[in-house]
């Protein structure tokens, strides 16, 4: 065994070092939720992304109809946004209705934002999902995600990072097509992939999809995920050191603005 096999190994979390299948949904979003109550910079990590969708719901509490957040997994957004509706592709006690998001079972025009978390990349034909949020949303409604980015100080820096943190992923920038017909609901994701969308490709992206306006891209959490752990290894921070890390992170961040290891995509309905 190398040594960076033996340190991988000493750093994988208890829970997910026996191994199990992601793509057996009832068990990974079980076990997700439980690595995310028991790791607290993981579960802060979580809020600092939720906050982020904040504005999606805020300023379109205006207009009628329903928020509705796709691919909600094991999370708690709906602690922060009142009356949300959290869907699912899969069969998941967390989700209020199970929902195709490729294939959104609401009426034009008929919703106020859609939100996700972490989705966009799993998605095996992502412009699907585009075309019915542009669709499902009303004029002046946001669709507010949050992803990974490609904005790192140190080239190549995401691809090894985010393998590590899922090791069932992939980063790949180089890719020419948007759809990832290989990607199941888990295992296969490639993670560069809304970085392809929404910024290498953003002219196409607003060619195909005209109604759909990038409002902003910002980027964050520079290091925050990465010392916690993700959901395969132990977090590097002691949980009394948790709010000293965001408070660092906070503070760095109008001196690096480009720079995260994710990022939230804000558009709005026009």
Known sequence: MSLGSAIMKLLRHPVAEGGFDVEDASCRIAVHR?????????????IHWYRELLPAHLETQHLSGDIVEVGCGHGFLDEFIPGLIK????PNPFAHKILDAMRMEYPDASLRAVVAVAVVHHLPHPGRFLSEAQRCLQRGGRLALVEPSNHYPVAGFPRRLFTILDHYEYFDDSIRDWSNACAGNMRGANLALPWVIFERDRAEFERRFPSLRIKHIRYHSLF???????????????????????????????????????????????
Not at 87 to 90: A, F, G, L, M, P
Request: proline content about 5%.
């Open 34 to 46: 439980h690595l995310l109550e028991s790791k607290r910079m993981l579960r802060e990590g979580c």
């Open 87 to 90: 869907t699912d592709s899969v």
């Open 224 to 270: 925050s995920h990465v010392l916690g752990g993700g959901y395969s290894l132990r977090s590097i921070v002691p949980a009394t050191a948790v709010s000293s890390v965001f408070a660092l992170e906070r503070a760095l961040t109008p001196f690096v603005p480009k720079l995260g290891a994710m990022m939230t995509i804000d558009i709005e309905k026009v």
